[in-house]
Nanobody
Framework: QVQLMESGGGLVQAGDSLRLSCAAS????????MAWFRQAPGKEREFAAA????????YYADSVKGRFTIYRDNAKKTVYLQMNSLEPEDTGVYYC?????????????????WGQGTQVTVSS
């Protein structure tokens, strides 16, 4: 069983930066590819970024590429999402997710474990 806890959300202005954290309670954290998803009001949950268990391979949605960076500290059992140049369209609840397997994917159904989410609001 993997438990995930996100933190770091908040209210910021367009152009600002924010870093989200997701702490995992699991013995072998580096065995789990991780991802960040987000869900805007009235919309489906969508993929933002993912990375492999080692952190050496990363994936990004086109909408965040060049602005967001996903990385992990396996010693701290934590994955991060550094978000720069935030836009109002980035507003939503951000969820971290973990999966059992060798690589990361971008589909919600590919992930077995989810955090409760953290709210990010970007004002214009």
């Amino acid at each position: 069983q993997v438990q995930l806890m996100e933190s770091g959300g908040g209210l910021v202005q367009a152009g600002d930066s924010l870093r989200l954290s997701c702490a995992a309670s699991v013995l072998t954290f580096n065995n789990y590819p991780m991802a960040w998803f987000r869900q805007a009001p009235g919309k489906e949950r969508e993929f933002a970024a993912a990375l492999s268990g080692s952190g050496s391979t990363t994936y990004y949605a086109d909408s965040v590429k060049g602005r967001f960076t996903i990385y992990r500290d396996n010693a701290k059992k934590t994955v991060y999402l550094q978000m720069n140049s935030l836009e109002p369209e980035d507003t939503g609840v951000y969820y971290c997710a973990a999966r059992v397997g060798a690589r990361a994917y971008s589909g919600t159904l590919d992930y077995e474990y989810w955090g409760q989410g953290t709210q990010v609001t970007v004002s214009s």
